[in-house]
């Protein structure tokens, strides 16, 4: 990150990262998110399909990030958590639109759509989906 | 199995503005080579634990880099599995031997960190996690430890003060080792008043950014009396993986990978748990040392923070973890790191760790991480 990175590195996840949509085995019916390019339960066997899932879910963990990553500098101070969905799969995110009392492990959270972060001075400005209490 | 340990050697970790990276991997090299009582031409093969180079120093080809400066055409290879290349550099170097490729072979890990800027270096270690489904997120390696221990916190009541005790008990191994970073001893007031750097972890909870080269010369056990009187034998060699993002694993407060790289290294070595001395987890944050302790067996599940207020895992405990400092205190120079461990090791079971000496050390045992637990990396060592 940081760098000037061409536009496919950041277009082919797209659909992944705006959408929430994730992947489920026909086989074992477990349910992927991030998506999974093989099924690792079932491998040979798996079947995959896309999944589109619903975006709520609550706070495995969270922390706040202080030193930040090249990119995110001006973003300090950003809680960042693990969030599990309600369709079972688990995510990292940052969580937003935050107050101190709802960053607590079991929290409910709803995906909204936001900038990440921009790839270096002139290049392609990220987005994707953050987190919000409801 | 068994692979006897020649030599040792490791340069100063901390920030050595003044050395680069050929210059620190050769220091260490030719320590250990020294040690060894061998010389350069003995040598069969190299394999040098390095994590990322070429974003720290722009370097790649660092094994090459390595066997050139020694002026060697063995087979040099690189070895890279994040914060675990030195313990993954090892364990090849021992394949190498078992199969009987090799007779004597030089295991090194290097790191150059200090030639980054901070923001870069924290970007760079990011690399060791999932780049586009947690570091394009914004998380850094000590949230993710932080949400690690957050969970701890939340499953089994463990406290920030004995988050705090891994810190003030690695400075204090650290004051008296002559390699440390940090050579200072702190109280628990001051881990805990540091400047947060991803809560609930503050400064002092972190293991630093450093330079620093450690290397091992290996020989087969055969041959090993021919060079010394005092070998060290690697007796049990384990390695698990897990998935590269840790809100894809079964628990967060486990790290499965650990569990089964040692249930692995006990059976190789024929021991359990309550035959290990002393040993040298991988406390890249103090969590880490906590959860370590546990997954090892050192303790229950949840009981790690208990060990410490029990003052069991200090110098001169039932179990002493981290004699060296840890990378707590010694620093944490990502690919130097699993091999200085197994230098603290040997000196520790040959008798040469000077103030920090254990008294009648026989059985020791190193664990190597990698990321956030998708590479775990454990060895055992006996006189």
């Not at chain 1, 009392?101 to 001075?121: M, N, P, W």
């Not at chain 2, 503050?202 to 450093?210: A, G, K, N, R, W």
């Not at chain 2, 091992?216 to 049990?236: F, H, Q, R, S, W």
Request: proline share 3%; charged share 25%; hydrophobic share 40%.
């Amino acid at each position: 990150m940081g760098h000037e990175s061409s536009v496919p590195l950041f277009w082919r996840l797209i659909k992944s990262r705006y959408q929430l949509i994730g992947t489920k085995c026909k086989t074992c019916g477990n349910v992927f998110y991030p998506p999974k390019y093989l099924c690792p339960v079932c491998r040979k066997e798996g079947k995959l399909e896309d999944i589109k899932l619903k975006k709520t879910g609550k706070i495995i963990s969270f922390s706040i990030v202080r030193s930040a990553p090249s990119g995110f500098e001006k973003e300090v101070p950003y809680p960042v958590a693990i969030i599990e969905l309600d369709d079972g799969p688990r995510l990292t995110s940052q969580i937003v639109d935050w107050k101190e009392e709802d960053l607590k492990i079991g929290s409910r959270v709803e995906a909204c759509f936001r900038r990440i972060y921009t790839d270096g001075e002139e290049g392609i400005i990220n987005y994707g989906l953050k987190f919000r209490p409801v | 199995m068994k692979v006897a340990i020649l030599g040792v050697g490791t340069t100063k970790f901390g920030e050595n503005w003044d050395k680069n990276l050929r210059q620190l991997a050769i220091e260490a090299g030719t320590k250990a080579i020294m040690d060894a009582g061998i010389r350069g031409r003995d040598l069969n093969a190299i394999y040098v634990g390095n994590m990322s180079a070429g974003r720290f120093v722009g370097q790649e080809h660092v094994a090459a880099m390595v066997s050139g400066e020694l002026g060697l055409s063995i087979p040099a290879s690189r070895i890279e599995g994040a914060c675990a290349s030195g313990g993954l550099a090892l364990r090849q170097g021992l394949f190498s031997i078992l199969s009987g490729q090799h007779d004597i072979v030089l295991v090194g890990g290097a790191e150059k960190m200090t030639d980054l800027m901070t923001d870069g270096v924290t970007s760079s270690l990011m690399g060791a996690g999932d780049q586009e489904w947690e570091a394009y997120y914004g998380v850094t390696f000590p949230s993710l430890y932080a949400m690690i221990a957050r969970r701890h916190m939340f499953e089994f009541g463990t406290t920030r003060e004995q988050m705090a005790k891994v810190a003030v008990k690695n400075h204090h191994n650290g004051s008296l080792n002559p390699i440390a970073q940090f050579r200072k001893e702190i109280t628990i007031k001051q881990v805990l008043d540091s400047p947060m750097v991803a809560d609930p972890l503050t400064l002092f909870d972190c293991s630093p950014i450093t330079d620093g080269a450690a290397t091992l010369i290996l020989c087969k056990e055969e041959l090993a009396k021919k060079y010394t009187d005092n070998p060290v034998y690697i007796i049990g060699s384990g390695q698990a993986s897990d998935t590269l993002a840790l809100h894809d694993r079964r628990s967060l407060t486990t790290l499965d990978a650990t569990v089964k790289a040692s249930k692995e290294a006990y059976r190789q070595a024929g021991i359990t748990v309550k035959d290990i001395d002393l040993a040298e987890v991988h406390d890249c944050f103090t969590i880490g040392e906590i959860i370590a302790t546990e997954d090892l067996g050192f303790c229950k599940k949840g009981e790690g923070g208990k060990l410490l207020d029990e003052g069991a895992t200090e110098i001169g405990g039932r179990i002493p973890v981290n004699t060296s400092g840890g990378l707590k205190a010694v620093g944490h120079p990502v690919g130097a790191t699993g091999v200085k461990q197994a230098v603290e090791i040997v000196l520790q079971l040959r008798g040469q760790a000077d103030k920090r000496q254990l008294k009648d050390a026989k059985i020791g045992l190193t664990h190597n991480v990698g990321g956030s637990g998708a590479t775990a990396v454990v060895h055992i060592f006996s006189r």
